[in-house]
């Protein structure tokens, strides 16, 4: 069973940035394909970003491409989400997840193993 726990949310205004990570224990890290997904209020749980095993591939969310950056560093079993130019819509709880693939970046919740429990990420106006 793995653990995946997140941190650095926050409060934040528009404009800002923040940098979320998720640190993992219980399996090899590097077993696994990494990814970033939120849920707003009254919304349903979306993907943000994604992060192949060895970091080769990327995958965002269209409403997030070049503002957000995803990275791993499985030296530390840890996966980051660099936020910039946050909006109010980047309001959200976030959560990081783990899959077990080869070299995908799955997009899909029913893809993921592992979540962790979230990070509340507030952007206000």
């Known amino acids: 069973q793995a653990q995946l726990v997140e941190s650095g949310g926050g409060l934040v205004q528009a404009g800002g940035s923040l940098r979320l990570s998720c640190a993992a224990s219980?399996?090899?890290?590097?077993?696994?394909?990494m990814g970033w997904f939120r849920q707003a209020p009254g919304k349903e749980r979306e993907f943000v970003a994604g992060?192949?095993?060895?970091?080769?591939?990327?995958s965002y969310a269209e409403s997030v491409k070049g503002r957000f950056t995803i990275s791993r560093d499985n030296a530390k079993n840890t996966v980051y989400l660099q936020m910039s130019t946050l909006k109010p819509e980047d309001t959200a709880v976030y959560y990081c997840?783990?899959?077990?693939?080869?070299?995908?970046?799955?997009?899909?919740?029913?893809?993921?193993?592992?979540w962790g429990q979230g990070t509340q990420v507030t952007v206000s106006s």
């Open positions: 997840a783990a899959a077990q693939t080869l070299w995908s970046v799955p997009i899909e919740i029913k893809e993921y193993n592992y």
């Open positions: 219980g399996r090899t890290f590097s077993n696994y394909a």
């Open positions: 992060i192949n095993r060895i970091s080769s591939r990327t």
